[in-house]
């Protein structure tokens, strides 16, 4: 069945770091990935998405591409802030099953 | 942009007793809503599947008896929680789509506590 695997947490970086999250995905056909972001004790929004092959989500300095070839979907982005510190989900929804399927979620803390 | 809301944002229950946490879709027409359990710490975990006017479709290993959802309208769904136990005590977060290849709209979660 289709899955998605993240890199083990927790990820704590310096701010102004390079941040990389990685993101693997098994999916039959041609899923769209999406990014969300989970702050303290609130629900999920949406960071990026992507819907086909090459294409690359973007927002607020984050970043990831859409990777047929190796299944991949890592989120980046180049200079960390303190505010980015949070869970991170990487998540693929494949249109015939209607629903998402998040990977394990990757707990991200930025120090000052 | 889409905005779902979810209520209570918390809510504190004795043993026994149930509680329900609805979902709303304020700007769209949600076809369809998910429900989904988070464990501290943890991924979510989709509960359920509820299209509008039909019965909703569990997970399995989901007792559908003990989480009651029902999806009467296009905007608003609820999940009832029966006869709460402590082990109950979870992060309940709510989706909704508009059943275009949008991506699904999530509520803020009910931080649910059974004493």
């Known amino acids: 069945g289709d899955s998605v695997t993240q890199m083990e947490g927790p990820v704590t970086l310096s701010e102004e770091a390079f941040l990389t999250i990685n993101c693997t995905y098994t999916?039959?056909?041609?899923?769209?990935l999406f990014w969300y972001v989970q702050y303290p004790g609130e629900g999920l929004q949406l960071l990026l998405k992507?819907?086909?092959?090459?294409d690359k989500g973007s927002n607020k300095g984050f970043e990831a591409t859409y990777r047929k070839e190796t299944t991949s979907f890592h989120l980046e982005k180049g200079s960390v802030q303190v505010s980015d510190s949070a869970v991170y989900f990487c998540?693929?929804?494949?249109?015939?099953?209607?629903?998402?399927?998040f990977g394990q979620g990757t707990r991200l803390t930025i120090n000052p | 942009g889409a905005v779902v809301s979810q209520h209570p944002s918390w809510v504190i229950c004795k043993s026994g007793t149930s509680v329900k946490i609805e979902c709303r879709s304020l700007?769209?027409?949600?076809?369809?809503m998910f429900w989904y359990r988070q464990f501290p710490k943890q991924s979510l975990m989709l509960m359920a599947t509820?299209?509008?006017?039909?019965?909703?479709?569990?997970e399995q290993g989901v007792e559908k008896d003990k989480f009651l959802i029902n999806h009467a309208s296009l905007t608003l769904s609820t999940l009832t929680v029966t006869s709460a136990h402590p082990e109950d005590s979870s992060f309940y977060i709510c989706s909704a789509s508009d059943g275009g290849n949008s991506p699904l709209h999530f509520g803020n979660g009910t931080r649910l506590t059974v004493t």
């Open positions: 509820s299209n509008e006017g039909s019965k909703a479709t569990y």
């Open positions: 998540a693929l929804f494949r249109q015939g099953a209607q629903k998402l399927v």
């Open positions: 999916a039959t056909g041609y899923p769209s």
């Open positions: 992507a819907t086909k092959a090459d």
């Open positions: 700007d769209f027409q949600a076809t369809t």
